[in-house]
Nanobody, 124 residues
């Protein structure tokens, strides 16, 4: 139900935009989060956008001011600017059901659905 794409190779200071494709009804009821996992490191939460039209956005401190999350009817985007080598990782999108509790946050351990990831490599 979730498919991430848009990864690739970028130079330090460059930009990439990731997309997470899903059905339109999913975005009405599920918060969508972006996570990343680098070799030898634990999975890290990056950003989250809440369900429905409100679309509350949250960011990890490591990406605040550089990454922007947004969505349209069927996709959630992660615009990544001013990329750094330490942003190199496999990026995943995941969904958390907010049907009965719109305040349920994104979490590395409590997401309901995970998509297949996309690799981002930042190197000169």
């Amino acid at each position: 139900q979730l498919q991430a794409s848009g990864g690739g190779l970028a130079q330090p200071g460059g930009s990439l935009t990731l997309s997470c494709a899903t059905a339109s009804w999913v975005l009405d009821y599920y918060a969508i989060g972006w996570f990343r996992e680098a070799p030898g490191k634990e999975r890290e939460w990056i950003s989250c956008i809440s369900s429905g039209g409100a679309g509350r956005r949250d960011y990890a401190e490591s990406v605040k001011g550089r990454f922007t999350i947004s969505k349209d009817n069927t996709k959630v985007y992660l615009e990544m600017d001013n990329l750094r080598p330490e942003d190199t990782a496999h990026y995943y999108c995941a969904g958390r059901d907010q049907t009965f509790d719109p305040t349920r946050p994104c979490s590395t351990t409590e997401m309901d659905y995970w998509g297949r990831g996309t690799q981002v490599t930042v190197s000169s």
